[in-house]
Each structure stands twice: as C-alpha cells, then as structure tokens.
C-alpha cells in the first residue's frame, strides 16, 4: 500500500480538520437535544450516543493537536515518538464507531444492552477488588462507595439489579463480527465491520497491545537514538508520511460515524447544511485510499438510499 500512502503525504489537512470537527459537532449536539424524541429508547441511549461521538471527536483533535507544526517545530520537548505512540487512538475511533452502529442497528434493544453490559462489568470489577483486597479498610471504603454509586445510577435509571446483572456482556468488535447467525450466516453489518480488521486497519490493535507484527511498524520510531547518524533524517521523513496517513484514517473515522448517524436520524439542517458539508467531506478525503474502498463499498449507496444530498 506504499501507492496510496504516498497519496496521503500530498493531502491538505486545511481543506477537513476543521471543517469536519465542526461537523462533527453539529451532530453531537443534534444527537443530545433531538435523538431523545426520535427514538424509541430510553433517554440514556441519546446520552450515550453524544458521548461516544465526543470521544471520537475529541480523539481526532488530540492527534492534530499533538502533531500541529507549532509544536513539532517550537516545542524542545515534542518526539517523533509521541505521534507515533497516539497512533492506536484511532483504534478507540474504531470502537467508537462500532458501538455507536450496532447500537442503531436496534436502538431499543442494543441501547439498554451496551448500558446495563458498562455497569455488570463495573459491579464485577468491585468483586473482584474485594475477593483480593476485601478486609483492608481504605478498600472496604473505597468499594462500598463505587457500589453504592452505580446502584444510585441503576436505580435512577428505572433499572434494576437483578436485570443488569443478568445482561450478557456486550460484545468487542471482534466478537461480534465473528457471531453467525441462523445456517452459520451474518449480517451485512457485520460484514462491513470486518473492514476494520484487515489491511492498515489490524495493525492499530498490533501497536496498542505491543504485538511485534505492531512494532514492525512503529517500533524504529522509538529508538532513533540507537540508528547511525545518518539514517536518522530518513526516519523523520518516513515520520511525515506515516502521520499524514493514519491522520487521514482518523478523518475517515470521523466521518464515517457523522454520516451514519445522519443516515439514521435524518436532522434538519436548520441552516447547517449538514448534508451538503458531509459529501463536502467526502469529497475532499476521497482521492486517499481508504477513503474512496469505503465510499464504493458503502457510503456513496447509503447516502442515495437515505437521501444525504448536497
């Protein structure tokens, strides 16, 4: 893929970073104030679906802020290194993103359940603490008090006990694209999840859990200090190219979720003109190569089948 990559080093970030975050934020706050009223799930559902769009947002701006010239250039301080150990963040975009579809896939049943899944696995953690370090009385006191919290939340919720801890865990990514159905079948979903498994994709959860096949990537970044002299330029080169490419990933991932969660909602642009801005985005990020798979593979028949026109 060293073709496409060399595509993304020529991509200027001026024509999306902002444009896109604002974007981005506009369905964050169209998701909090209108989602409530137009699904038919709890209210929590909507408040999840804000925060889990925030955290994709605030992902994106971190890796431009980590990586903006000012401080690469002017900061004594900035590494090569730390760009490139921010990389598996895009990882967490992805998990975003996989959550926020697969709750809309049945907002009324996948809702609850991505909820009430967050506080078993919490409740069981606190076993766990106290199984290990029950009788210790700075953890008697710290466990009491994050149980007696998430049973406040439980309850304020109209939930009970009983039912969050008899919901079956919430499935990961992998998981879940591994799940057959019915004759050993799965759906469409899960089957344009499975993109995110392969190719460059893969490699973010290499880097996160320091697999080697993740350091292969990554790992020459680190030890700049050991390569001879003058092998180090090549490097920081390399570093520039590597940052454009997973920059735009990150933007992909962005986008991705906004205009999916558009396709869903339908929300009037009361003067944002968030459908004409999103095929604006997409036509800025489509000469890169992961960006014009996913447009032919989804995103251009989604937003004819959905109506997103410019």
Request: overall charge negative; glycine content about 6%.
């Amino acid at each position: 893929m060293t073709e496409p990559e060399q595509d993304l080093y020529n991509l200027d970030a001026s024509t999306f970073q902002e444009p896109l975050v604002k974007l981005a934020e506009v369905l964050a706050q169209k998701v909090k104030r209108e989602a409530p009223k137009l699904l038919t799930a709890p209210g929590f559902v909507s408040v999840d679906l804000h925060v889990l769009i925030r955290q994709a947002m605030y992902t994106y701006n971190m890796l431009f802020y980590l990586n903006a010239d000012v401080r690469r250039e002017t900061d004594p301080s900035w590494k090569t290194a730390y760009s490139i150990v921010s990389l598996p963040l895009i990882r967490n975009m992805i998990d975003s993103f996989y959550n926020i579809t697969t709750i809309l896939q049945e907002p009324r049943v996948n809702g609850p359940w991505f909820r009430k899944s967050g506080y078993r696995k919490a409740l069981a953690a606190f076993d766990e603490e106290e199984a290990r370090y029950g009788g210790h009385p700075e953890w008697d006191e710290w466990i009491k008090k994050g149980r007696d919290g998430l049973d406040f939340q439980i309850r304020e919720l109209d939930l009970t006990m009983s039912d969050v801890l008899s919901t079956p865990a919430w499935p990961t990514l992998g998981r879940y694209i591994s799940d057959k159905g019915p004759g050993g079948t799965t759906t469409h979903h899960q089957h344009f999840l499975k993109t995110f498994v392969y190719g460059r994709w893969r490699e973010y959860s290499a880097m996160a859990h320091g697999g080697f096949e993740g350091l292969m990537r990554a790992g020459m970044f680190y030890i700049i200090d050991s390569m001879p002299h003058e092998e180090r330029p090549k490097i920081e080169a390399v570093h520039l190219r590597v940052f454009s490419s997973n920059i735009a990933r990150a933007a992909l991932m962005l986008l991705c979720t906004i205009t999916e969660l558009q396709a869903y909602f339908h929300f009037d642009d009361d003067g944002a003109r968030i459908n004409k801005r999103i095929h604006e985005m997409w036509d800025v990020l489509r000469p890169v190569f992961e960006v014009k798979e996913l447009y032919n593979e989804r995103y251009c028949q989604l937003m004819k089948e959905k109506h997103i026109e410019p």
